[in-house]
């Protein structure tokens, strides 16, 4: 049965990481993961095993397929209570009628009692299967939230490698998608389907009150109809000002300092201010126009009850019916009509919970099935750039334009040119952070959209323009957040990187904890940990996108100190850099203009071409 099968927390998230291919004990070679199972991560070069844990295929679309065949089990179970429920329930009013046109008419204490036992009996059993239903409809939920959470999380990182990083609100809506599970709201949808068979019921007692409730029930969806039409707008205009409103709030958040410097905080105030009273007013005019319909509806209800008691008693009058039969009508009649009110009140949590819905089916079918890669021989570092051409989706703007060089393993090339002039994107197509609208980027030989995923990340590091450090331990940051970087591997790097020295000189070490924006570290130091965290594990290629933008002649120093050593590893090395100190250890220097190579050589080579260009611009400019 789905709902003991379900487990506590560990177990659910276990599955969760399972759903998102995290684990995939099924295709690594068990013994050599082992010890990194739990961890979910990988090992290191060097020590003889395997240097890192595949990532199996993910399959999002099958994840998907797996979260939603889940619930819908439940569901057919669900269903299958339901159905007793709502049976169950007619024993009361059949009680009540029993009463009296029997009991009460026959004066027997023998059948009042038996009826009762009995009575007292389906409600009971109505009681629990009512309590099943919720309970396995929240259990579906957890189970939603548990084997969709790191599908989605992670389909949404990598769709962000396209996109721009708002995949990841998918992970509210499965938190919406998760709360109309184990709403009322659902309830009553569930319930609605059974109205009918109240209806019959009530028009086996009389077919005049059966029509009245058929009428009442069109009466209630006209009702919910024009509700939905006329507060679907001003609920979409509330959600969509709520949106921005979160959204500066988090660019203020992310922006603090800024906004208390340039004395911004009542602009940065009134901007968010703006848009939240939009959301509240469009919030109050959907919710008035709600009220007024809920209302109706209620009313409706009860004047339906009303009807049908008036009605019933004038056909008692004329002896078509009982006493009894016309109570018992009026109480299934408010059965059947509940879940149909309920189902309007609710109709705007189904609409909000089937578009968030629709975007986590959406983002998860997009999500390209990533193979299972073949795992190759650790790469030795030779890098294959053919015509790059690089037009950002949505402009037409050429920023690469069919750029190629050549790297061989171990040489270290400084990228220089002007500002704008395409230096940061060509260092984020080398590591694979943004792909060419079209041309390769191979290492050693493989298009780097053909590596193993997790095998192509360990063997890169990367310095980006605008280095951000993770929440923790400046040991974590470097250990790429990962459980099993062992301190050995954590020091190496540190070493390799020239940074021990600056790391041992903080108060608390390596134990420093860096926040979300990098203090308590400089500008420079966050620099040169994250020029450690590039040397991490066992790394064939290192991107430097300016590392010393924010150095002084000391870190200048260390950075050459490091760059010599991956060249002494045989590490390629790409140093994008405006500084000339920096390009007297590189083999060669390639000078980008407009998205493309204006120069490439040999360190002398390019330095004396630069050398006559300046003194012809000079004799031109005399
Ligand atoms: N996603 C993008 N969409 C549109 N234009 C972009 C995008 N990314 C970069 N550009 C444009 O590409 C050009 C090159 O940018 P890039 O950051 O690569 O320059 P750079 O050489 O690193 O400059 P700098 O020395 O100032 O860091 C710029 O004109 C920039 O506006
Ligand atoms: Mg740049």
């Known amino acids: 049965m789905p709902l003991l099968k379900l487990s506590p927390e560990d177990q659910a998230f276990d599955k969760a990481a399972k759903a998102a291919g995290v684990n995939s004990g099924d295709v690594v070679d068990a013994q050599a993961n082992a010890p990194q199972m739990a961890s979910g991560g990988g090992g290191k070069g060097g020590s003889g095993k395997p240097f890192h844990k595949r990532i199996g295929p993910d399959g999002f ?7 939603l065949r889940a619930v819908w089990r439940n569901m057919t179970f669900v269903m299958l209570l339901t159905l007793g429920t709502n049976v169950l329930i007619l024993s009361i009013p059949i ?36 309590s099943l239903r919720r309970f396995i409809l929240m259990r579906s939920a957890v189970e939603v939230a548990a084997q969709l959470g790191a599908p989605i999380l992670s389909a949404a990182a990598h769709a962000s490698l396209h996109g721009g990083g708002k995949e990841y609100q998918t992970l509210s ?81 992310r922006n603090s300092q800024i906004i208390n410097a340039l004395a911004m905080v009542p602009e940065a105030v009134r901007i968010w201010g703006k848009d939240t009273a939009a959301s509240l007013t469009e919030q109050v005019r959907a919710q008035d126009r709600n009220i007024i319909f809920a209302s109706l509806s209620r009313a409706v209800r009860l004047l339906t009850q009303i009807a049908m008691l008036g009605w019933g008693a004038n056909l008692a009058l004329y002896g078509e019916i009982t006493g ?74 050429v920023i690469l334009n069919g750029l190629s060089f050549y790297l061989d393993p171990g040489e270290t090339l400084g ?74 591997d954590i020091h190496r790097a540190a070493v390799l990187a020239d940074v ?57 120093r260390a950075l050459a100190r490091a760059i010599q050593h991956a060249k002494d590893d045989k590490i390629t090395v790409v140093v994008i850099t405006q500084k000339p100190s920096l390009l007297k250890v590189v083999d060669k220097i390639m000078m980008v203009a407009d998205g493309n190579v204006a120069l490439f050589g040999s360190r002398d080579q390019v330095l004396e071409k630069l050398a006559e260009r300046n003194a012809q611009n000079q004799e031109i400019t005399k």
Request: net charge neutral; hydrophobic share 45%.
């Open 415 to 488: 990228v220089i040119g002007n500002s704008g002039a395409g230096k940061t994107t060509l260092g984020k197509m080398l590591v694979g952070s943004i792909l060419p609208t079209s041309g390769n980027v191979r290492l050693d030989l493989m298009d780097l959209r053909n590596w193993d995923p997790r095998q192509l990340g360990e063997c890169i590091g990367y310095v980006p323009q605008d280095v951000q450090l993770f929440p923790g331990s400046i040991k974590n940051n470097i250990g790429r957040m990962r459980d099993d970087a062992t301190d050995a």
């Open 61 to 67: 679309a099958e994840a998907l397929t797996n979260g």
């Open 95 to 130: 009680y009540l009628f029993q009463i009296s046109d029997r009991v009460l008419t026959s004066r027997s204490v023998d059948t009042l009692i038996m009826l009762t036992v009995v009575i007292v009996g389906a409600v009971v059993v109505q009681t629990i299967l009512d």
């Open 324 to 397: 009894g039969m016309v109570i018992a009508a009026s109480i299934i009649a408010g059965r059947a009509l509940a879940p149909i009110e309920g189902s309007i009140e609710g109709w705007n949590a189904f609409l909000l919970s089937r578009a968030a819905y629709g975007r986590i089916t959406d983002l998860m079918r997009r999500s390209k099935a990533r193979f299972e890669r073949l795992v190759l021989p650790h790469p030795e570092g030779r890098l294959d750039v053919e015509r790059l051409l690089y037009v950002p989706g949505g402009t037409k703007q």
């Open 173 to 253: 809506d499965l938190q919406q998608v998760r709360g109309f599970l184990v709403s009322g709201t659902l309830i009553s949808f569930l319930d609605v389907p059974f109205a009918p068979l109240f209806i019959v019921v009530i028009f086996l007692v009389h077919p005049d009150l059966g029509m009245i409730v058929v009428g009442t029930s069109l009466l209630l969806l006209v009702i919910a109809l024009v509700n939905q039409k006329m507060t679907a707008k001003p609920f979409a205009a509330a959600n969509m000002a709520q949106s921005r409103a979160n959204m500066h709030l988090d660019s203020m958040s």
């Open 500 to 556: 021990h020295d600056m790391i041992s000189a903080l108060p608390h070490g390596y134990e420093t904890m860096v926040a979300a924006d990098g203090s308590p570290l400089s500008g420079g130091q966050k620099q040169r940990v994250a020029l450690a965290r590039a040397f991490f594990g066992n790394t064939r290629l290192l991107v430097l996108d300016e590392p010393n933008s924010n150095l002084d002649a000391a870190g200048d």
